[in-house]
C-alpha cells in the first residue's frame, strides 16, 4: 500500500498541470507503473481534449509493456461517451491488468459504472488509495454534482482595524490594502477558477477589469450583481477582455435567496467554480446563506478608522501565511 500511496501522490501532483483549463471536467492526473517504474505519465488536456488516461497511455514508448503494468488514477475512469471515448474501455483494449483508483466519480454518468466494467473485464481494481486526499483535489468537481452549485471561493483585503474600503476616496479605482506580490497570486487564483463575481458597487467605485493582467492564464468568466442595470456600457468589466454575465431583477427575485438563485444560474451555466471579491454586501450575501467553501483573507498593516467593515464570518483556518507585511489567511467553511 505504501507504493500505491507514493503513485497516487504523484498523480496528484501532475494533475495540478490541468488546473483551469480543463473546466468543467476534472483534472485528473494518470501514471503507469511497471516493475516499481514509471513508464507513461498524463494529465487531463484543456477541455474538449484528452483524458489523463488517454495521455499516460500515449506517454509510453513500449506499449508492449502495458500489459504487465499498474495505472493510477486520481479519479474513477470515466465509463460514458462525452467529448472522447470512455476510459475504461481504452484500458481494458491496451489489457492494463491493475488499476488503483483515489476516489470514486459522484458523476451520476460514472459513479461506479467504470470499475463496475472494468473488474467484469477482469482487471484487478483498488479503490480509496488516499481518499481524502483526492476528494480535496477534486473539491471543484464533487462540489457541482453534490452541491448543485460552484465550489465557492471568497477573497477579500481588510486592513488591520477591520475595513475593506476607506470612507471616502478621490477617484475611480481600487485602494490598495496589499502588495504587488499579493495582488499577482490573486491574479493567479483569478485564471484557476471558472467565473470572478462582483456587485454593483465594486464597480462603481474601483471600475475593476477582474482579469489575470499579471499572470499568465485564462481570464475568469464575470458575472456582476446590477440589480436594476445600473452600470454603464464604459465600465472596463464590460470590455472585450472576457465573457461578462449581468445578474439584475430580470434574471433573479431579489425579494428571495439571492446567494442561491445565483448559484442556481451558474449551476444551470455549468460554472463549477466562482471567486468573489467583493464588495462587503456581495460577501455577506453569500456568508448568511452559507453558500461558500473557502475564505481567503488578507489584512494588511494599514487602517482605514473608518469605511465600510470586512465581512463577519466564522471558518475553521487551515494556513496562515506571511507576505511581506501582510498576512494571508485561508479559513474552510466547516
Not at 456587485?199 to 467605485?205: F, H, R, Y
Request: net charge positive; proline share 4%; with cysteine.
Amino acid at each position: 500500500m505504501e507504493n500505491h500511496e507514493l503513485y497516487i501522490r504523484r498523480c496528484i501532483e501532475i494533475a495540478k498541470n490541468g488546473l483551469g483549463t480543463t473546466r468543467p471536467n476534472p483534472m485528473v492526473g494518470a501514471i503507469i507503473v511497471h516493475n516499481d517504474k514509471i513508464i507513461g505519465e498524463g494529465y487531463t488536456s484543456p477541455y474538449g481534449g484528452s483524458h489523463a488516461e488517454v495521455n499516460a497511455i500515449k506517454s509510453v514508448k513500449n506499449k508492449v509493456l502495458l500489459k504487465a503494468s499498474t495505472i493510477y488514477v486520481t479519479l474513477e475512469p470515466c465509463s460514458h461517451h462525452g467529448k472522447t471515448p470512455p476510459c475504461s474501455d481504452l484500458i481494458i483494449r491496451n489489457e492494463i491488468p491493475h488499476v488503483v483508483i483515489g476516489c470514486l466519480d459522484d458523476n451520476e454518468l460514472v459513479a461506479g459504472k467504470g470499475v463496475k466494467r472494468l473488474r467484469e473485464a477482469g482487471t484487478n481494481v483498488t479503490v480509496g488509495v488516499l481518499e481524502n486526499e483526492c476528494r480535496e483535489h477534486h473539491k471543484r468537481f464533487f462540489t457541482f454534482h453534490n452541491k448543485k452549485r460552484p465550489y465557492i471561493i471568497l477573497k477579500w483585503a481588510e486592513t488591520e482595524d477591520g475595513f475593506i474600503a476607506p470612507q471616502t476616496k478621490d477617484e475611480q479605482k481600487p485602494v490598495w490594502i496589499t502588495n504587488k506580490r499579493s495582488r499577482q497570486l490573486v491574479h493567479k487564483w483569478r485564471a484557476e477558477e471558472q467565473a470572478i463575481l462582483v456587485g454593483t458597487n465594486t464597480v462603481l467605485q474601483d471600475n475593476p477589469s477582474l482579469t489575470v493582467r499579471d499572470w499568465t492564464g485564462q481570464n475568469p468568466i464575470r458575472i456582476v450583481i446590477d440589480k436594476v442595470n445600473k452600470l454603464s456600457r464604459d465600465f472596463k468589466i464590460f470590455n472585450n477582455d472576457a465573457e461578462t454575465v449581468v445578474v439584475s431583477n430580470e434574471t433573479i427575485d431579489f425579494k428571495k435567496n439571492v446567494g442561491q438563485q445565483i448559484c442556481d444560474l451558474l449551476f444551470e451555466g455549468n460554472i463549477n467554480s466562482v471567486i468573489i471579491e467583493g464588495g462587503s454586501k456581495t460577501l455577506q450575501t453569500f456568508i448568511d446563506e452559507n453558500l461558500w467553501d473557502e475564505a481567503r483573507v488578507f489584512t494588511g498593516s494599514n487602517t482605514f478608522k473608518s469605511g465600510t467593515k470586512a465581512p463577519k464570518f466564522s471558518g475553521n483556518l487551515i494556513s496562515e501565511t506571511k507576505i511581506n507585511t501582510e498576512i494571508l489567511k485561508i479559513f474552510k467553511n466547516d
